[in-house]
């Protein structure tokens, strides 16, 4: 169990290079799911679990992980699945998300891939789960799910999309409105892409949605095709950095190495964590770099692109 990870240094050698791990894992009746590993800590098998009454019907529990009380949340419970009953052959996956660390209880591990973003696929219309899934990908020619995480944790604790009242300048949000000023929005995960939406709108810019790297860079190249200045078009792009198709890495190296597409200010607006990732989103050329999901600090780096644009 402990050998299934990969170390630090190889995973993220991947990022940036279009590319990611899977960690792939079985829920409920053997369904195949997956998630990233670079989010992924650690994997053990299901220690025994403290009770939290009152809790969310989700959480099944707290472990105690290297010394830490870590929740734990029912995956198959929580995707519409099921209670989780073959506990003899669970495990944990420990995951850090949105600047916190909790554990996921799901059925058997199956083994690690390594794909090309390119090999993942928005979820299909119409699939009973699609509001759980943020893509989907083949594996030994099965269909593999990979969970849109954010989505189970914001069903278990809502994230607070307000800005702060001091936060909030009404000179300059009126001047956005009265600019029409609007931001695209590459991401995958519909349940991040409303709590920035619900952010931008109380600083009066509106949001423009791309679904994944490639369609936000082709929208950026239709305005330009059009005759028209990026960053008249767009106050900025906020994206994640884990998308179908293209990574937020790969789309803002596009970006900058296209001069009618250079000028663009830009922001990385991930779950992913830690200085690596912070060292590359440096190395891609991104204007700032924030942590899912913390509204004030969304709109501190907004606001301050504001003011430049008014000012320049």
Known sequence: ???????????????????????????????????????????????????????????????QLRGKAVPVIDLALAIGLGKTRDLDNASLIVAEYNRTVQAFLIGAIETIVNLNWEDILPPPKGTGRQHYLTAITRVDKDIVEILDVERVLADIAPMNTSVSTQMLDSELIERARALRLKALVAEDSATALGQVRETLAELGIAVEAAQDGLQALQRLQSVVARGVTVTDEYLLLVTDAEMPEMDGYRLTAEVRANPQLASLHVIMHTSLSGSFNQAMVKKVGCDGFLSKFAPDELAQLVLQRLREFLNA
């Open 1 to 63: 169990m402990t050998g299934i990870l990969n170390s630090v240094d190889q995973r993220t050698n991947l990022v940036g290079q279009n590319r990611l791990e899977l960690l792939i894992f079985r829920l409920g009746r053997g369904q195949r799911f997956a998630i990233n590993v670079f989010k992924v800590q650690e994997v053990v098998k299901l220690p025994k679990l403290r009770p939290v009454p009152h809790s969310h019907p989700h959480v099944c529990g707290v472990a």
